[in-house]
């Protein structure tokens, strides 16, 4: 996978120049993943959820397989002699049966065989089911690492708006002293401190709930999060994009595969009216015991039993109907997947194409504003600006220094939106390093399965 790799975002180094450090190797973008991929409950969930319609196989593969069944009875029955005469004694007889039986399906009329290819399709509903999961999960994890970073920029721009403006109510202060400004322009300081104090409190806030946030998703609070300097390669144009996600989005491999499930199912519905061939074979032992006589008997047979259903009181006739309409709509929803994936891909390009134009507008008014401060300060010190005008060029420089970040994380984030819409943010397109869960192990193990109950982890 190739990457393209991008400058340091201007919300970095401000918030490096506000906090006098420069970067240090602290927890990155991977990290997050793989710690949210391995622990994450939703993930965990999925998973489990997959291994159990995996078991839709054995349960259709049993079909095809023999099954063994043993019975056996015991009783105790007395009875009057009457042609022996009165005070004869009584019959008594302890009758005892056992029996064991093998019942071999040999024909079906293809219920078995489409059931089977009915549980194949739902289990590649089920991982594909599993793939938007992990897509939604990702995804959010940028979402939650982008937002611990924005608002940490955000909470330091605030943070050193309240020194500068505290310095600056000192100044006004000393200034008010000696009748060089009015106590207008000393409220007019204070009201800017204290609106700067709650905005700074807000934004603590908005950090305190954006780290929670990303403590659910991966598992741990976070520490020193790194800027992200690599952004997964992107398409060219929007309809390559498009392209992309009608090939690999899982929500419409989803529909698709469950499409294929109701084909089946219709398949398994009209095996109802067809022939049932099964091999029987039974060996019983029975030993009736009398007094004072006993008699033991044993039986083998081998049966070859054919049945033809002709009537069923219109209830297969149902299935079949239930099970047609049932197709047609999987078929139309397939339809309307498909829409919502082009709408959610055409969204995704736009919301990109507008973030970065919206990055070069902030750095464009960012850089303006930083002039046209200092531009008012020294007019200021002439007496031609006022001290209200200072507070309003540093008010607007800082309201475009936090658009500014906030563009920077909606773009990035926006670049990824694009991706899950194709299907293309998963462990395998991200290169995420450890182990990935591989669900043929638990499938192979439901698959081939004739006994037992252990699961698979």
């Known amino acids: ?160 708006n309240v020194q500068v403006l505290t310095r600056q109510l000192e100044a006004a202060a000393d200034r008010f002293e000696v009748g060089e400004i009015t106590r207008t322009d000393v409220s007019q300081s204070e009201a800017r401190l204290s609106q700067a104090v709650s905005r700074r409190i807000a934004s603590e806030a908005s950090l305190s709930g954006s780290r929670a946030a990303y403590r ?16 997964p390669t992107l398409p060219e144009t929007e309809e390559e994009a498009v392209e992309i996600a009608l090939a690999e989005n899982p ?51 081998l049966t070859l039993q054919a049945s033809l259903p002709l009537y069923q009181g219109g209830a297969a006739s149902s299935r079949v109907r239930q099970a047609k309409y049932q197709a047609a709509a999987r078929r139309i929803e397939v339809a309307q997947v498909e829409r919502e ?37 020294q007019e200021a010190e002439v007496g031609s600006r006022t001290v209200l005008d200072v507070l309003d060029a540093e008010q607007e420089l800082l309201d475009t220094q936090v658009e500014l970040v906030r563009a920077e994380r909606n773009s990035f984030v926006a670049g990824f939106r694009l991706l899950a819409s194709m299907g293309r943010v998963n462990p395998d397109y991200l290169q995420l390093p450890g182990g990935q869960y591989d669900p043929e192990v638990a499938y192979r193990k439901a698959k081939n399965s004739w006994f037992g109950w252990g699961t698979v982890d």
């Open 1 to 160: 996978m190739t990457v393209i790799l991008r400058k340091a975002s201007l919300p970095a180094l401000v918030a490096l120049s506000i906090l006098g450090t420069t970067p240090s190797q602290g927890e990155t973008l991977m990290d997050a993943f793989v710690a949210a991929y391995s622990s994450n409950p939703v993930l965990e969930a999925e998973r489990a959820n997959l291994r159990a319609t995996d078991e839709n196989v054995a349960q259709a593969n049993a079909g095809w397989r023999p099954t063994v069944q043993a019975s056996g009875s015991i009783g105790r029955n007395e009875s009057d002699n009457f042609f022996e005469g009165p005070g004869a004694p009584k019959s008594i007889a302890k009758p005892k049966r056992g029996a064991v039986s093998l019942t071999q399906p040999v024909f079906s009329s293809f219920r078995t065989l489409n059931q089977r290819r009915e549980a194949k399709a739902q289990v590649m509903v089920g991982r594909s089911r599993l793939a938007s999961v992990e897509q939604r999960v990702l995804l959010e994890v940028v979402g939650a690492y982008m937002d611990v970073l924005r608002d940490g920029a955000v909470l330091n721009l605030r943070r050193n």
């Open 216 to 231: 659910r998703l991966v598992g741990d609070a976070p520490g020193s999060l790194e800027q992200p300097g690599v952004l």
């Open 251 to 301: 929500d419409l491999a989803g529909a698709q595969f469950t499409e294929k499930a109701a084909k089946h199912s219709v398949g398994k519905a009209k095996g109802a009216f067809g022939p049932t061939i099964d091999f029987v074979a039974e060996h019983t032992q029975s030993r009736n015991t009398f007094v004072p006589d006993e008699i033991n008997r044993t039986s083998n047979t």
């Open 341 to 377: 994936v082009l709408e959610e891909v055409r969204n995704a390009w736009e919301d990109m194409r507008a973030t970065r134009a919206i990055i070069a507008a902030s750095k464009a008014a960012v850089d303006a504003n930083t002039i046209a401060l200092e531009g008012v300060r």
